[in-house]
């Protein structure tokens, strides 16, 4: 069980906004500003979209952003495409492990 | 353009071993700290182990500790992970990445290298 948590899957309509939360806790993501998203297309290499709470790494659309508030930090795409079908993996530092945090993934479909 | 290509994969049996390797090309490879994260048929990605760029710290997670061993050679640009003792629960489709300690984030992927457990 991971120590971050994702809702399983999330949908919307192309153009429609949605987001997609992860909750972990004040060891994580409530007191270290290093939440990092990534998007995984099936077959695909994994991707960095998101860095450091709400930074974008070049070439990412500013479609994606990223926020966070208390334990929770939120990924939001606006303007869905069907291309942002997809995985999504929430991640954050933490001092208390060595090991990388990953939260357990959100499924995307745009209908 | 950086690059993180991963071989080794393929049908192991159960009980023994299987070697994979990480080709890194287009970024300093002693720079940087390297990790493999793996992926279970219908399952999220799971951190699997991380080593520092001059090798002196080494994570695993509980679920391959003791079994698995991380290296790397940068005279070769090269990582590796040396998997003993293979279970069914090791099957997946394993990555190399990149980590960027600045922004604690892992910033390139491969594209993965796939191994099955299975007598």
């Known amino acids: 069980q991971s120590a971050l948590t994702q809702p399983a899957s999330v949908s919307g309509s192309p153009g429609q906004s949605i987001t997609i939360s992860c909750t972990g806790s004040s060891d994580n993501i409530g007191y270290y500003n290093y939440v990092s998203w990534y998007q995984h297309h099936p077959g695909k290499a994994p991707k960095l979209i998101i860095f450091e709470v709400s930074n974008r790494p070049s070439g990412v659309s500013d479609r994606f952003s990223g926020s966070k508030s208390g334990n929770m930090a939120s990924l939001t795409i606006s303007g869905l495409q069907a291309e942002d079908e997809a995985d999504y993996y929430c991640s954050s530092y933490t001092a208390s492990t060595t090991h990388v945090l990953l939260g357990g993934g959100t499924k995307l479909t745009v209908l | 353009e950086a690059q993180l290509v991963e071989s080794g994969g393929g049908l192991g049996q159960p009980g023994r071993s299987l070697r994979l390797s990480c080709a890194a090309s287009g970024f300093t490879f002693e720079d940087y700290s390297m990790h493999w994260v793996r992926q279970a048929p219908g399952k999220g990605l799971e951190w699997v182990s991380g080593?520092?760029?001059?090798?002196?710290?080494?994570a695993y997670a509980d679920s391959v500790k003791g079994r698995f061993t991380v290296s790397r050679d940068n005279a070769k640009n090269s990582l590796y992970l040396q998997m003993n003792s293979l279970s069914a629960e090791d099957t997946a489709f394993y990555y190399c990445?990149?980590?960027?300690?600045?922004?604690?984030?892992?910033?390139?992927w491969g594209l993965g290298t796939l191994v099955t457990v299975s007598s």
């Open positions: 080593i520092s760029w001059n090798s002196a710290s080494i």
């Open positions: 990445v990149k980590g960027n300690l600045i922004q604690r984030s892992l910033d390139l």
